[in-house]
């Protein structure tokens, strides 16, 4: 069995972004030379997600939309917000969107549907963030 | 290392169903030989989930029923429907509902807790669909 | 390729409850003696999930009120309960939080980012609960 990991750094330059990993996570793949198994991506950040959708830039307006008018930013509304943190909401936004993909890598390629694109989902950005590839297989 | 690597064709009748695939991937991994590993079941659309929780059809309705009312069809209501669709709600649900599961196998079997049962969730259907069943092992 | 498989028990006190069970997976790896490879950790109950959040009391008491505010408990509201059950409740805000996580497994350690901690979240508890732990690798 072979396994390979590689982290991706990624410069948000908002509080709340989403980042088209897709080349990456496959450019991760080709250098481990695996052929079969099983490819994990995942936000090394508790306020962010890494989650597979659609490349629309209207649905991912529609995304931030929903998660702020049910989890809105407002920091007054949190508890956590007591420890001098902002991000209780952004804590809370994860949850929904998910922390993590697992993928199938079949004949050495990122075994996709039709239209899945993987993302990258910051909720408490303006720096520096990073994600974790680790592949396993033959 | 071995791997397996099967797609079950979903016939969906209705706009928002839940169907129980728990024999399919059984069968599946009956096929593969796999005695210890890592079971994957993700949905190929990005408007559909897989998803583990009750055989009880009470409670898919509680499910609907809080879909609809936390995240409506309404198509009005999403920029994603700009485009000419009008599923904008069908891709936030599945983020609640979940995109994929990874199941233990050990000892042949799917490592099930009491009550697991896996389940394609589809919020736009009416058409045929697929799930990738990925499995990994020895 | 190795494989390892551990449950672990946890007897939850409280309906709702957050219990970090981080150190506990820890010792699951370190018993697999696996250096490379994926770690899957999975509520074994459909009423619960297993997460990867912050070890922050104030946080965890936010993610009880959000989940209270937007998932009530109250038995009437869920069809499920007319089975004679109570947890209708619970089966929703486990698919908010998720079922289970998947984690790296690198140089013989849990290749966790800066925060990440492993929770196991019962949302029908005051009864002896279990979490499934599998490691596969070399």
Known sequence: MK?????????????????????????????????????????????????????????????????????????DLYRHNRTGETNGDAHIKRQFMGREVVLAVSGGKLDFGPWEQIYYGEFDGKRKKRVLIKIIGD
């Open 3 to 75: 396994s390979f990991r590689k982290e991706i750094w990624i410069d948000t330059k908002n509080r709340v972004e989403f980042i088209n990993i897709t080349s990456s996570v496959e450019d991760a793949l080709t250098e481990s030379q695996i052929e079969e198994g099983l490819c994990l991506v995942n936000a090394m950040h508790i306020t962010a997600s890494v989650f597979i959708n659609d490349a629309e830039s209207g649905l991912h307006q529609d995304f931030k939309d929903w998660l702020e008018n049910n989890i809105p930013h407002n920091p």
